[in-house]
Each structure stands twice: as structure tokens, then as C-alpha cells.
């Protein structure tokens, strides 16, 4: 991690953590204060200009911390004018970074409440069906966490048509899965407003219907995949990278 | 909390020219048939893997002293991801190249890393892996097959099973009890046994496809040198876990069914279905991530760090993805699977092989086991 991204998560880290999901428009002006809605600005035009795995970094903690105010949708607009294709895409981008970071942070939610939680005399966290439960989520998790890596990475270089539309929807699978797991293993509590679970799941079943569902993209990947053809597809995939 | 750290992967500037490389010589010296190119990581061809290492392309990040090449560990990936993808017959060096030179390299004595490493590198030598025995399968601490010593050798006694190539190997890299009387992870050691050694026998296991790909290996007396012996003695459990990471790793655990995307793209090329353009953005999707993550790991490997963890998740997630594939085109395309076409005679083959991909190398449920330890459960 370079150093100006280390900083800018160290800054947002808090910040966001402390604004929570009960953020309120007063809150504006702390984000304002670190100039993380012009993070995509040029420093030239009085920005932060920062690149897409800042935008990544950003977009992930917002997730993370279910942050309440739409500053990634900010970011988002200061990119793209709303309605344009470039806007969709750069959208699915960044929900994909925020479903990743929810799913760290339901995961980890998850995990404590398990190791907590005792049952028929020990932690649930024992059981072997919870275990087994976990570690998929913890895959799932970190599936849409390098999906969401590979699509900023492929920003920076340029054309990222193809690796938005597979993040997205391999982040939305996971989306899925993890919160069908996050909201088993923690039985009736999780079903609670009190809870903050919910805050997460919520989030994470609106975000996956945001900027293209599964179908959406599923749709617009099979078609570039077959139009290109069987012989292109591994070609194509690793020239894409090197 | 983040389990996996995603690194940006450096991809080596060689990658471009090394691919077509792999390329052509798959083009020329590959495999022809369809259903042999899937799974095709068990399919050994001693002529291919001889050419391979004639081309350079094997052992490729060992040291020249030992016949290697001194290549990254990210252009090693870039060949075998080639490799795999083209369906390559690549069975016969596949252990070798993957785990037992590695292992030799780093533990050997001078001994045994000249008799067996350059053969290696040269595509020429062969190895198996004996972990596996009939009492012991995910229970592997539970081990009994004996190493005694006897003057300046050791007597071996016992069995291993499921070994994989072992009639086509030149040695075996095995965990074998070496303290009599200890238990568990205790008194392991890892011994390096040439499959021509007088007591050695090995006895077919044909799979439920009909091939012959493990087998028995029976141990009866077998003297070995005392130069046999691999790393130290009593350390083997602590050996053998470092070498299933090596084990785990790599992109064959997610690219077995390769060959059968690709045939379902061909498929989708002519019939314009949406269920099967559905599932073909459904099964590149997966595709792009399972590569991003899997060099990734192999990006941690290159730096040297400890990279079991994420090799245990890419694993498990790569097994789910490579055993759903022939299910989901059975079930998304009408099919006789009687027929000699090649998309139904592909899926048929692979549907048959999928259970064994999230058995060997560790099964679903101890991969599991282990990613929710490192979770902090347990
Ligand atoms: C194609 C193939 C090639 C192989 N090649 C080799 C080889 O070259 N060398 C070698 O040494 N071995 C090899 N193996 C063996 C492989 O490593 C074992 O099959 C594997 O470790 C599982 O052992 P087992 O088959 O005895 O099953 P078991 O351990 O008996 O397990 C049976 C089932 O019970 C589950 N289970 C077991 N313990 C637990 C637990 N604690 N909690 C929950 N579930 C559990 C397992 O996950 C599995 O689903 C190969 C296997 C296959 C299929």
C-alpha cells in the first residue's frame, strides 16, 4: 500500500467509524474538512486525485462502517453525470468496494458474536455446522474483496468494461451468501432493529440491486463472452493483465 | 476485519512472450482429445513433459545448479495457468514440479538433491506423494506406516493409498512414522524412497471412470540409506504441512473443468439461449475472480510470506466452482450424454470426476476446518 493511501484510510478509518450508519447532514462538513468528496478530483482543479484503489479504499471503509451519508454516491457523481453509461459503471464499481467492505464487517460481526454466544454449555463458535458456515462466508468475503481489487486495478489501466461487469456480479453473489450466513448464525438477536446487523444486510440486499443485478450483468458478460468467441476467451483474460 | 489481503499482482514483463510460447508448443505436442484435456492435470504423457523441459519450462524457479532456471515465481505461474487452461497433458511431472522438487530443494541433502532434482527439471523424473493410508485419510497425524533404524539405514513397513502416479513415479516423498510408539504429530519424518527400491510394490486402484490413476504401494522391509531421510528427523508433520500449502496453491484447483466452459461458449456461439448466456457471464465472472485470487497467492508465495491461509480459501472456492460447472451445463443444456458429441461427452467425463475434486488435496470440510481457525474459531 503506498503511502498517501495508507494516510487516506487512516483518516477515513475513524472518521467513518465514528459517523456510523446514524450519520446526519451536519456530519457534511467533516467529510468537507478532508476533502474525501473531491477525491477523484485532479489536484489541479483543487481535489484530492486520488486513483481508483483510493477510490476502492474509500468506497470499501464507507461499506464497512455502513457509513449513512452517500458520500461514495458524492464520489461516484463527481466522476460521471448521472444517467450516463460511464456513471452505471463506475456506480457498480463502487457498490462492489461497499459490498465488500460490508461483508468484512458482518463477517467479523459474525465471528465475535459466535465466540460470545454460548449454547448446550460452549461458545457456538465450537460447533463444527457454524464453523463450516463461517469459513464460506469468509470466502465469499474475500471473493468480492479481490473482485472489487481487479476492477480498480483495471480503472487505473483504462478499459475496465469487462472487470466491472464480473466484480459486480460476483460481489453480488457474495452479497448474498454472506448475508444469508451473517443472519443464521446470529439467530433471533440479528433479527432485531436494535441489532446493528441489519444495518449491513440491509445495505448489502440493496446494494447488490444497485447499478445491475445479477441478471443485468450476467446478461451483458455472456454476450461480450460469446461474441468474442470460446478461442478468445483465455487470450483475452490474460492479455487483459499483462 | 479483512481475511484476505488483495495485493496488487505484479504480472512478469516476460508474461506476453512466455504465454506464446506455451502456446505453440501446446498447439504442436498437446493433447487432441477433448475429454483428456479436462481435468487434465492427471493425465500423464512423459513425451510432453520431456519437451517441456527441454523448452525450459520446468523447474523453472530452481537454482541452475540443479538444472532450474532461476525464473520468478509469478513466470512459473504464468506457464502453468497456460498450461492448465490449454488442457496440457501435464499429469506425469505435475508433483514434481509443483511440490516434491521444492521440497527437495529446501530440505534435501546434497545427496538427494543432486540424484533427483536435475532429472526433474529435465521433464525425465517423476515423484508421488505418500501421505494418504487406509486408516489415515483427513486423520493424517494418525500414520503408521514405520521407519526403523538399523545401523546406518532405515527399514520401512506399512502402506500408502490413493497415491496418485505412483506407477509411472521414479520416487515417493512420504510421511512415515520414524519413533516407534509416538503418537500423533509426534515422531513424523519424511523420507524420500525410490519406487525401484527391492520391497516396494505397487497394486492399481482403477477409478470409477475406469483409469488408472492411483494406486497402492506396499512397503516390505525396504532399507533405505540414512541419506534418505528428508529435512529432520521428528519435524516430518511440520514438513508435510508446508508442503500441502505448495500443494494447495496453485491454479489447478480451480481450472479442472476449464475445457468444459469453453466448450459451453462454443455451444452459445450457435444457440443464443438466455439461460446459457446467463450462465456463461455467471461462470466468467467466477473465472476472472478465482484467477485474480489464485495469482494473488502466488504473488504472496513470490514474496516469500506465509501463505496458507488464502491457498486453503482459493482452494475451496476454486473446487466449488470447477465441481458446479458440469452440473450447471447438464442442467442448463438438453443433452444425451450417451452420445459422442462433444459437449455432452465432455460434461459426462467431467460430471463422473467432479467428486474428487474437493476430496484429494485436502477435503471441503477440512479446508474449512482450517479457514475457520484461522478465523479465530475453533
Ligand atoms: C483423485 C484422488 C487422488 C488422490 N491422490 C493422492 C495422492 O497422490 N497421495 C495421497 O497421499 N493421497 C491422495 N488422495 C487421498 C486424499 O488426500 C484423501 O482422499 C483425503 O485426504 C480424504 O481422506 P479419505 O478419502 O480417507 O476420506 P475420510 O477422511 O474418511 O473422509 C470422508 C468424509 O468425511 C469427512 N470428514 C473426515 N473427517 C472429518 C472431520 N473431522 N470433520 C468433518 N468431516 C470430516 C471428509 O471431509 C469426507 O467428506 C487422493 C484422493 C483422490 C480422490
Redesign the interface.
Known amino acids: 500500500m503506498s503511502d498517501t493511501r495508507r494516510m487516506l484510510a487512516e483518516m477515513a478509518d475513524p472518521l467513518f467509524a465514528e459517523l456510523g450508519f446514524a450519520s446526519t447532514d451536519s456530519d457534511w462538513s467533516r467529510l468537507d474538512e478532508l476533502g474525501l468528496p473531491l477525491l477523484l478530483v485532479p489536484e489541479a482543479d483543487g481535489g484530492f486525485g486520488g486513483d481508483h484503489v483510493d477510490a476502492l479504499t474509500v468506497f470499501r471503509l464507507a461499506g464497512f462502517h455502513a457509513l449513512g451519508l452517500p458520500l461514495v454516491d458524492r464520489i461516484v457523481a463527481s466522476r460521471a453525470e448521472e444517467g450516463t453509461e460511464a456513471h452505471f459503471h463506475f456506480g457498480a464499481f463502487a457498490r462492489t468496494a461497499q459490498i465488500a467492505g460490508a461483508l468484512d464487517a458482518a463477517l467479523a460481526m459474525s465471528v465475535a458474536y459466535v465466540n460470545e454466544r454460548q449454547q448446550f454449555g460452549r461458545p457456538l463458535g465450537k460447533f463444527q455446522a457454524v464453523q463450516q458456515e463461517l469459513a464460506t462466508f469468509a470466502c465469499e468475503a474475500a471473493a468480492a474483496n479481490c473482485a472489487a481489487m481487479g476492477a480498480a486495478e483495471a480503472l487505473d489501466r483504462g478499459d475496465a468494461g469487462f472487470e466491472i461487469a464480473a466484480a459486480k456480479l460476483r460481489a453480488n453473489r457474495a452479497a448474498s451468501e454472506g448475508a444469508r450466513i451473517a443472519h443464521q448464525v446470529h439467530g433471533a438477536i440479528g433479527f432485531t432493529q436494535e441489532y446493528p446487523l441489519h444495518q449491513f444486510t440491509g445495505r448489502l440486499r440493496q446494494w447488490r440491486s444497485d447499478f445491475g443485478g445479477d441478471a443485468y450483468w450476467s446478461k451483458e458478460l455472456g454476450e461480450s463472452v460469446i461474441e468474442r468467441g470460446a478461442d478468445a476467451f483465455w487470450p483475452d483474460l490474460t492479455a487483459r493483465t499483462d | 476485519?479483512?481475511?484476505?489481503v488483495?495485493e496488487?499482482?505484479d504480472?512478469p514483463e516476460s508474461?506476453?512472450e512466455l504465454?506464446a510460447r506455451v502456446r505453440a508448443l501446446v498447439a504442436e505436442h498437446g493433447e487432441r482429445d477433448p475429454v483428456r484435456r479436462a481435468n487434465c492435470w492427471t493425465k500423464a504423457d512423459p513425451e510432453f513433459s520431456r519437451r517441456l523441459g527441454e523448452a525450459g519450462l520446468l523447474g523453472m524457479t530452481w537454482p541452475k545448479e540443479y538444472g532450474g532456471h532461476e525464473r520468478s515465481q509469478l513466470e512459473r505461474y504464468v506457464v502453468i495457468?497456460?498450461l492448465l487452461?490449454?488442457g496440457a497433458p501435464v499429469g506425469a511431472h505435475w508433483i514434481a514440479d509443483r511440490q516434491s522438487g521444492p521440497l527437495l530443494l529446501r530440505l534435501g541433502n546434497d545427496e538427494l538433491k543432486e540424484r533427483w532434482v536435475p532429472g526433474m527439471a529435465r521433464g525425465e523424473v517423476f515423484a508421488c506423494i505418500g501421505l494418504s493410508e487406509p486408516n489415515s485419510g483427513s486423520d493424517l497425524a494418525s500414520v503408521r506406516t514405520s521407519a526403523r533404524r538399523d545401523g546406518n539405514e532405515w527399514v520401512i513397513n506399512g502402506q500408502k493409498v490413493w497415491t496418485t502416479g505412483a506407477h509411472w513415479s521414479h520416487f515417493m516423498i512420504a510421511l512415515i512414522r520414524s519413533e516407534a510408539g509416538s503418537e500423533r504429530q509426534q515422531g513424523l519424518s519424511q523420507f524420500v524412497i525410490p519406487m525401484d527400491a527391492p520391497g516396494v510394490s505397487i497394486k492399481p486402484i482403477i477409478d470409477l471412470t475406469g483409469a488408472h490413476e492411483f494406486n497402492e504401494v506396499f512397503f516390505e522391509d525396504v532399507r533405505l540409506p540414512a541419506s534418505a531421510l528428508l529435512g529432520e528427523e521428528g519435524q516430518g508433520w511440520r514438513q508435510a504441512t508446508a508442503e500441502l500449502s505448495l500443494e494447495r496453491s496453485g491454479p489447478e484447483r480451480y481450472l479442472s473443468s476449464?475445457v468444459l466452459?469453453?466448450?459451453l461458449?462454443?455451444h452459445?456461439?450457435k444457440d443464443?439461449e438466455?439461460s446459457?448466456?446467463?450462465?456463461?457471464?455467471?461462470l466468467?465472472?467466477?473465472?476472472?475472480?478465482?484467477?485474480?485470487?489464485s495469482?494473488?497467492v502466488a504473488a504472496k508465495l513470490a514474496r516469500g510470506e506465509d501463505h496458507a491461509l488464502?491457498a486453503t480459501?482459493v482452494k475451496?472456492?476454486g473446487n466449488a466452482y470447477e465441481q458446479a460447472i458440469p452440473e450447471l451445463v447438464q442442467g442448463a443444456i438438453e443433452m444425451d450424454l450417451s452420445s459422442d458429441e462433444l459437449l455432452a461427452s465432455v460434461t459426462a467425463y467431467l460430471l463422473q470426476v467432479a467428486p474428487s475434486f474437493s476430496l484429494r488435496g485436502g477435503t471441503r470440510?477440512i479446508?474449512?476446518?482450517i479457514?475457520?481457525r484461522?478465523?479465530?474459531?475453533?
Request: aromatic share 6%; no cysteine; proline share 2%.
Open positions: 476485519m479483512q481475511t484476505f488483495t496488487a499482482v504480472w508474461a506476453p504465454r495457468e497456460e487452461a490449454a476449464m466452459f469453453l466448450e461458449v462454443r452459445a456461439e443464443q438466455s446459457v448466456r446467463d450462465l456463461v457471464g455467471r466468467a465472472s467466477d473465472a476472472w475472480t478465482l484467477r485474480l485470487m495469482a494473488s488464502e480459501m475451496d472456492l470440510e479446508l474449512k476446518g479457514i475457520a484461522g478465523l479465530g474459531l475453533r
